[in-house]
């Protein structure tokens, strides 16, 4: 496997040669030479990595094409996106969700992320034959091996990695990578080309739809100046949640995702690298706050959320300034009635399991739990 041969392979998959940009070279050598730089990685990974990897540049080959023939698409801008960030592990799932009960609100949903191009129509958000068919092919394979940690369905809200992956900055790469190197490089890299691009992508979706656009990632705090220099009407909402429980299930779930990829999992690699990512993930934002006049986030504390979703919403809402109809309202209750907490099974983890102590990682979290008044979960 080498970044050339990847490249002349989605060239061939897309049928289509030209790219809008190879900024997305740097992080893919590294990926590369991550994958094949862990001993303890089996060969199926390996391969799973090559095809994920020309998969994710025949897709920007396709909007490059596209966007190329229907230039007009970027004429409408991206304008005034609600943007969920914070900590993995806090809520933003469940956030996100009731906010696509909102028919005013356009979702990025994970169907798209595999058929980017030709963009969806307005009635085939989640009636494309693309959406159906992926729909049908998980319920014959029943392919999630992990639903209790992470269940998305096809026709429901995905996060935005997928769309960072095809410039190779994406924080979405890191499970399956297990790869110091390439998250301490993407901790520290430029990325502003793949926001650029993110946009671009949001641009091309929403030309035949309409809708405020209503996205998440919880990583998007680590760029978070990038993210509102591209988005600088962007309504950004702040997730919170005791870092140390969202330590504790966080890394549980990257040495459940490894153990997909690796013979044995590494739990130096999670023991050094995600108490670094997951203290950026709030350091970021705090620095934006402390910089700004007025505080730009809206917070919701996973607590509150999960005593009273609705309520919360209706806070967010006022926030916002959007009303928040009876029929909106409804349709968000019934989602949970549904789709309760532990629907596809329970989760159990603790610190202990990977050798942590809460004293330990006092000092990546302290002025975090200071600021905003977090109590320990029990």
């Not at 996106?81 to 949903?109: C, K, V």
Request: charged share 25%.
């Amino acid at each position: 496997m080498h970044a050339d041969e990847i490249i002349q392979k989605a060239r061939d998959k897309a049928q289509r040669n030209l790219f809008d940009s190879e900024s997305f070279r740097e992080g893919l050598e590294i990926a590369v030479d991550a994958v094949l730089g862990k001993p303890t990685r089996s060969p199926e990974s390996v391969a799973w990595h090559e095809a994920q990897f020309v998969d994710f540049l025949a897709n920007r080959l396709k909007v490059a094409d596209y966007i190329r023939q229907n230039p007009s698409v970027l004429i409408r801008p991206v304008t005034a996106p609600i943007i969920i960030i914070g900590l993995p592990r806090t809520g933003s799932t469940l956030l996100s969700y009731l906010l696509d009960a909102d028919e005013s609100l356009r979702s990025l949903l994970r169907w798209e992320m595999r058929h980017l191009v030709p963009p969806p129509t307005q009635g085939g958000l989640r009636n494309d034959p693309r959406c159906l068919a992926l729909i049908e092919e998980e319920r014959r394979a029943a392919s999630n091996p992990l639903p209790h940690l992470h269940h998305e369905p096809w026709d429901g809200p995905t996060e935005c990695h997928t769309i960072l992956s095809h410039d190779f900055k994406s924080a979405g790469l890191g499970p399956g990578l297990a790869s110091f190197g390439y998250g301490m490089w993407l901790l520290e890299c430029d990325t502003g080309s793949a926001y650029d691009y993110h946009r671009t992508v949001l641009q091309m979706l929403q030309s035949q739809t309409t809708g405020t656009w209503s996205l998440k990632l919880p990583s998007h705090a680590l760029n978070i100046r990038t993210l509102m220099a591209a988005y600088p009407d962007a309504r950004i909402i702040w997730t919170h949640r005791d870092p140390y429980q969202v330590s504790a299930s966080f890394m549980s779930m990257m040495a459940a995702a490894q153990s997909l990829h690796l013979r044995e999992i590494d739990r130096d690699y999670i023991r050094r690298y995600y108490p670094l990512r997951l203290r950026e993930h709030v350091s970021r934002p705090m620095a934006v706050q402390d910089a700004s006049a007025n505080d730009p986030f809206h917070h919701i504390f996973y607590g509150d959320l999960m005593r009273d979703p609705v309520g919360q919403m209706r806070k967010l809402y006022a926030w916002l300034g959007r009303p928040l109809t009876a029929t909106t309202e409804e349709k968000m209750s019934l989602w949970l009635q549904n789709n309760r907490q532990g629907k596809f099974g329970k989760h159990a983890y603790s610190l202990e399991d990977l050798g942590f102590s809460e004293r330990e990682l006092t000092p990546f979290f302290e002025d975090y739990v200071a600021r905003f008044g977090l109590a320990r979960e029990r």
